[in-house]
């Protein structure tokens, strides 16, 4: 079982994208949830977090520019991205906080560009 992330694509700087990822059940009720991303050449990062009673975390980076939700029904979280950046360009993913490490799906990839 992995995390598969959706919605990613090409965007302009300054646009907007909504990333999503639905996890099982037994996972999203126990986990805080994470988007992660991996930029080419880069380690991969952090970039935020909600735990299982709301509380969010950002890195400095995405701070007021990027929000992340979960909706507990679906077992989904998102992340919306505005005011986009070409260095916001990477592959993003979705994965437990701190990450399972047989969770880690392909992720999608997300690129800002003119």
């Known amino acids: 079982v992995q995390l598969q992330a959706s919605g990613g694509g090409l965007v302009q700087p300054g646009g907007s994208l909504r990333l999503s990822c639905a996890a099982s059940?037994?996972?999203?009720?126990?986990?805080?949830m994470g988007w992660y991303r991996q930029a080419p050449g880069k380690q991969r990062e952090l970039v935020a977090s909600?735990?299982?009673?709301?509380?969010?975390n950002y890195a400095d980076s995405v701070r007021g520019r990027f929000t992340i939700s979960r909706d507990n029904a679906k077992n989904t979280v998102y992340l919306q991205m505005n005011s986009l950046k070409p260095e916001d360009t990477a592959n993003y993913y979705c994965?437990?906080?701190?990450?399972?490490?047989?969770?880690w799906g392909q992720g999608t990839l997300v690129t800002v560009s003119s």
């Open positions: 994965n437990a906080l701190p990450p399972f490490p047989n969770l």
């Open positions: 909600m735990s299982t009673g709301g509380r969010t």
């Open positions: 059940g037994s996972i999203f009720r126990i986990s805080a």
